[in-house]
């Protein structure tokens, strides 16, 4: 059972490129997240979606887009890549009813230089 | 807006030290409060759900508590193995209607040296 697979694990961007990370469940959650994680910030999401096809803005949602076309994916892309977006980015998924029992992804470990 | 704050940053127990980790929460409307432990280089991992204070969860050596205004993450006789980052979240009254988001706090790290 593989449960939230992340891609690519790391990257290397320069500033002003675009990138897709992909994150993928197969453990049929209807909601999934997008968080990134920051020394001394903690966890902070960006995106969200409670089902295919919506998404919604959490707390840092600026220079993210996000699309949930298929149930068991949701990608997270950056359209001008900034050096104040290096970061660690988690994808997490869980039930929704299960209030907060999330399973999260082995993150993405983004620098923008 | 839900805030979380976690104490100490960093703690450093030798195995078989007992202690607690503090989370301080404000948020209107609590409907869980949540334990997670991270690993480096890794995700984090569910460890348990309170909902109402006076509750109490238990696994292995780690014991959870809830009250009004904060949780405790309780650690009895420690192995070098529960070296991890402690994270604590809450979920407050937006619920289901909110994506069920979470709030988390920076988290603790806590060392046990054998």
């Known amino acids: 059972n593989a449960g939230v697979t992340q891609t690519p694990k790391f990257r290397v961007l320069k500033t002003g490129q675009s990138m897709t990370l992909l994150c993928a469940q197969d453990?049929?959650?209807?909601?999934m997240y997008w968080y990134r994680q920051d020394p001394g910030m903690g966890l902070r999401l960006i995106h969200y979606?409670?089902?295919?096809?919506?998404?919604a803005k959490g707390e840092v949602p600026d220079g993210y887009n996000v699309s949930r076309l298929k149930k068991q994916n949701f990608l997270l892309g950056l359209e001008s890549a900034a050096p104040s977006q290096t970061s660690v980015y988690f994808c997490?998924?869980?039930?929704?009813?299960?209030?907060?029992?999330?399973?999260f992804g082995s993150g993405t470990q983004l620098s923008v230089l | 807006e839900d805030q979380v704050t976690q104490s100490p940053e960093a703690l450093r127990l030798q195995e078989g030290e007992s202690s607690s980790l503090n989370c301080s929460y404000t948020?209107?409307?609590?409907?869980?409060l949540f334990w997670y432990r991270q690993d480096p280089g890794k995700g984090p991992e569910f460890l348990f759900t309170?909902?109402?204070a006076g509750e109490e969860k238990e696994k292995e050596r780690l014991k959870a508590t809830l009250t009004k205004k904060e949780s405790f993450l309780h650690i009895t006789a420690p192995k070098p193995e529960d070296s991890a980052t402690y994270l604590c979240?809450?979920?407050?009254?937006?619920?289901?209607?909110?994506?069920?988001?979470?709030?988390f706090g920076e988290g603790t790290q806590l060392t046990v040296n054998p």
């Open positions: 997490a998924s869980g039930m929704g009813r299960t209030r907060g029992k999330l399973f």
């Open positions: 453990m049929n959650h209807e909601y």
């Open positions: 979606s409670v089902g295919e096809g919506t998404t």
């Open positions: 948020v209107s409307g609590l409907r869980g």
């Open positions: 309170l909902y109402s």
């Open positions: 979240a809450v979920q407050g009254q937006g619920g289901e209607t909110s994506g069920s988001r979470l709030t």
